[in-house]
Every structure is written in structure tokens, then in C-alpha cells.
């Protein structure tokens, strides 16, 4: 036994951990890892929860825990047989450690385009990130352009990365891992700490009641042997949809409105539904037959009832809209010009965050209420009620002009009555001060002259009537007629 040194190697509990033993002089030579001291005597492989893979290319060894338990932690040889009676190893202390915050287990719904995964490891160490591929080795990703992201932890110890897969195709579909990479003389791991389950999604079917909607899946040429199924739902063997069939390379699958064709030309097979009902509505997936099911690829078939609600309403009213439902976990009130926009990542989406809105569930009879109180008119406008069963409810908010005739009348008269009552007593008062200005003694509201009257020939009718000076104030005159 030849040792060529001694490394440490630590992971989190539930997550994963690559280790890469490293023997470029030896690259034919079989490779091995065990566990002393029981595992070494006959060379411990791989289980169900370790995968190994011997890279004869670089001459490395690859270890993969995939879900590391404290009964993994102990001392480990990592090594190669050289010939029948030497074989050389790397001593490797394994420990486990127990964190809340790790492992994180992710699951990320794209389009197909481009893709951003980020994950948090940390701070000292190298990123890696890795897919895990058919030999349940998770290979590192080179291409993939990864940069550093701001919103480290409080202690600084931690730091957030972000990884952009550009061009993503179904291939792209599938189990990837992020973690923290150490390097020593002859030995390489990596703690995964990050578990990002990848599903692809096309853009949603949305086709009517009584139509018919055809579903594409497109495939990668590796796959162009292979049976293929569209289901519905799942599609595990166990509990397959009724609706799903399997079509193989270039030949069609049909039931009585159920067609599935395969072109391996352009790698898309497709599925045609007609005479579209709710039951058909849901989530499908695209599926390739390996030795398990591979759901790589789906969609949402959105199907729009007939029957459409057109509701009208004035601001302050409330208004409760059933709708119906096949899933208790898909519910959605949706506003949006067209359904397709509700479905966002995968899940339709409640785009309404407002107090004014609640929801009532009555799962027994497949509907749930919502209830909108104080309708205001940007409440107006088009609504999707009811996930992958979905009504077209129009609801138009008016704004109630009776009622601000009669406001309008009442604020006119109000103004009027005050007006009137201004003027009114605008005039008493006038009145009060022009009664206090008269005389109010009586010597001075009464004037009184002297009057002498004296006898001329010329006129014997006639008479004469002198004032004195002082009393010119009030003057009355009279005719007389003297005898």
C-alpha cells in the first residue's frame, strides 16, 4: 500500500458532495473509494446514494454523494490498483456538518431561450455548478457565464452568484447543483449546497370550449429513437392519465380525439386534442421513455368555457364572482387583456393584490367566490376567472350620475338658501341702523312755529304765515279761509 497523503473534506447534511481523486499517471488503471476499515476489504463501489465515474481521459476518479447522512462521515481511501500486489490511495477524513440553511432545495420553472439560476455559498470559496447526467454524476458546466450578484450576508460570510445558461433547449432540463469547490495536492471537493430542479415550459394553449388544440413537443435528435408520450398531470407508469398514449419514431398514436405524430425530422411530436372540454384542461407534460419516464418539457392547456359573464356595476357596490375550479391548487382571479398572460413560470398567478379582494373556496361543489367590495371604475376591465378552466368576465364600474345629479341639486340649493339667508340679513341689519339713526326725545321729533295771522283787504281769502328763524325745520302748510 503506497499513501500518498492525507486531506479533509467536510459537507452539509442532506446535501450533496463531489469528490475528484486525481491519478493522471495511472489513467487505465480501475479506480476504487471505500470506507474503513469494513468497506476496503472488498473495495466498496457505489450504492444507491454514491455514483462513481472513471474519467480515463484525465486520469480522475469522480465520487458522488448524492444526499450526504451523518453515517457517511468517516475515513476514506481514494485510490488505484497499479498492479495485482500495489495499489496507491489519498486518505480522506470525510465530516458531516448539520445547517439550516443548507442543503436549499430549488425548483425553477423557464421558457426556452435563456435561463438565470442563482444560488448562495460561502464567501471564501470557488463557485461550481454542475448537472447532474444519466450516470447520476453531476458534471461540471463550464460554458456557463457566472457572475458575482451584491446582497451578501450581515456577517459578510456568504455571497449570492448567478448563473446564466444562454440557448437553453429540453436538453437543458433536469437536476443541477451549486456549491463551494476546494482544492488541495490531490484532491478536489465540492460541497453542493444548492439543489435547482430545472422544468422547461412552452408558452400556454389557450383554445375554447368545442375547439381543438394541438400541443408540440419538441426533442433533442438523442431522443429521436425513443418512445414518447404526452400526459397529463404526471406521467409515471403508475399513475398515467387515460388521455396519454405513446407514439414511437415516425408512426401516429390515435384514440377517439386524442392524435399523437411523431416527426423525427424536425424532433417535435405532436399531440392533437379535438372537441375540447374542462376535463381537458390542465397542465401536460412531453415525455421520452428511458429506463424511467422523462418528463422534460411542458405546458398549460388553458381552455376558455363559452359561457362568459358580463357584469355592470357603480362605484361603491360589492359584487361576489363565482368561479369554477378542477384544482384545489390552481385558483386564479386574473386581470389581463388576454388568459394566456395569467400563466406566469408555470403557475397562474392571483395578479390582484388589493384588501378590497377576497376568495371563498367551496371545493365540494369545484367553484370559488371572489369578492370585491368599494368598486372604484379602474376596477373595470377584463378578468380571467378559474386557472386552466377559465370564464371571460368583462366588469364594467360606472360612476352613478342620479346620485351626483341629486348631490349636484342639493349642493345648488344649499348655496342658493345661503345666499337668500345672506341677503335677508344683510337688509335687517340695514333697517336696525337706519331705525337707530331717528330721534328718539320727543321735544326733538316734534317742531312746532308760531304762527300770526293778519287781515289785508287786497286779499280776504288769504292768508299770510310767517316763521321765526329757528323753526324752519318742518314746515305745514295750509289753506285757510277766514270769515
Known amino acids: ?22 491519478h493522471p499517471q495511472y489513467k487505465t488503471k ?62 480522506l477524513q470525510l465530516s458531516v456538518k448539520h445547517d439550516a440553511k443548507y442543503p436549499m432545495d430549488v425548483t425553477k420553472t423557464a421558457y426556452l431561450g435563456e435561463v438565470n439560476i442563482t444560488c448562495q455559498i460561502p464567501e471564501e470559496y470557488k463557485v461550481h455548478f454542475c448537472k447532474e447526467e444519466d450516470n447520476h454524476i453531476c458534471q461540471n458546466i463550464s460554458s456557463s457565464e457566472v457572475t458575482q450578484m451584491s446582497g451578501s450576508s450581515e456577517r459578510n460570510e456568504e455571497r449570492v452568484v448567478t448563473v446564466s445558461i444562454s440557448n437553453v433547449s429540453v436538453r437543458d432540463a433536469g437536476v443541477y447543483w451549486c456549491g463551494a469547490e476546494t482544492r488541495d495536492t490531490y484532491l478536489t471537493f465540492i460541497s453542493l449546497t444548492t439543489k435547482i430542479q430545472l422544468n422547461l415550459i412552452m408558452a400556454p394553449v389557450v383554445r375554447r370550449e368545442g375547439e381543438s388544440a394541438e400541443i408540440f413537443c419538441p426533442y433533442d435528435s ?22 396519454s398514449e405513446t407514439v414511437r419514431e415516425e408512426k401516429e398514436s390515435k384514440t377517439d380525439r386524442l392524435t ?11 399531440g392533437s386534442i379535438t372537441a375540447l372540454t374542462a376535463e ?25 368555457m363559452n359561457e362568459e359573464l358580463n357584469l355592470t356595476k ?19 382571479f386574473c386581470k389581463a387583456h388576454e388568459a ?26 369545484g367553484v370559488f367566490t371572489v369578492n370585491i367590495t368599494d368598486l372604484r371604475e379602474e376596477d373595470s376591465g377584463i378578468y380571467w376567472c378559474g386557472a386552466h378552466v377559465t370564464t371571460k368576465v368583462t366588469l364594467s364600474v360606472k360612476k352613478d350620475f ?15 338658501g345661503g345666499f337668500t339667508l345672506t341677503v335677508c340679513k344683510l337688509r335687517h341689519k340695514r333697517r336696525v341702523a337706519a331705525h337707530s339713526q331717528l330721534p328718539t326725545i320727543p321735544s326733538d321729533g316734534l317742531l312746532y312755529a308760531a304762527v300770526s295771522f293778519q287781515k289785508h283787504e287786497e286779499s280776504l281769502s288769504d292768508a299770510t304765515v310767517r316763521f321765526t328763524q329757528n323753526h324752519r325745520k318742518l314746515v305745514k302748510v295750509q289753506r285757510l279761509s277766514l270769515v
Request: with cysteine.
Open 260 to 270: 399523437l405524430k411523431d416527426n423525427v425530422t424536425a424532433r417535435v411530436f405532436t
Open 340 to 365: 394566456s398572460m395569467c400563466v406566469k413560470d408555470g403557475v397562474s398567478l392571483e395578479t390582484i393584490r388589493d384588501d378590497r379582494f377576497s376568495f371563498s373556496d367551496e371545493a365540494s361543489a
Open 1 to 22: 500500500m503506497d499513501v500518498v497523503g492525507v486531506s479533509r473534506a467536510s459537507g452539509y447534511s442532506g446535501g450533496g458532495l463531489m469528490i475528484k481523486c486525481e
Open 402 to 416: 342620479l346620485m351626483i345629479i341629486i348631490i349636484s341639486v342639493c349642493v345648488i340649493l344649499l348655496l342658493i
Open 30 to 91: 480501475p479506480k476504487y473509494i471505500c470506507k474503513e476499515p469494513d468497506g476496503c476489504s472488498n473495495k466498496w463501489m457505489e450504492n444507491g446514494d454514491v455514483s462513481l465515474y472513471d474519467d480515463t481521459r484525465a486520469g480522475v476518479l469522480m465520487v458522488f454523494f448524492r444526499e450526504l447522512k451523518a453515517a457517511d462521515a468517516g475515513t476514506y481511501r481514494c485510490g488505484v490498483k497499479v498492479s495485482d500486489y500495489t495499489e496507491s490511495f489519498t486518505e
Open 314 to 332: 357603480y362605484e361603491g357596490d360589492d359584487v361576489s364572482i363565482q368561479c369554477k375550479h378542477q384544482d384545489a391548487d390552481q385558483k386564479s
Open 280 to 304: 381537458d384542461a390542465g397542465k401536460y407534460w412531453c415525455a421520452v421513455t428511458l429506463e424511467t419516464e422523462l418528463s422534460y418539457l411542458h405546458t398549460h392547456l388553458m381552455v376558455i
Open 222 to 243: 438523442i431522443y429521436k429513437s425513443k418512445p414518447k408520450s404526452l400526459c397529463k398531470g404526471k406521467c409515471s407508469t403508475r399513475d398515467r392519465n387515460p388521455l
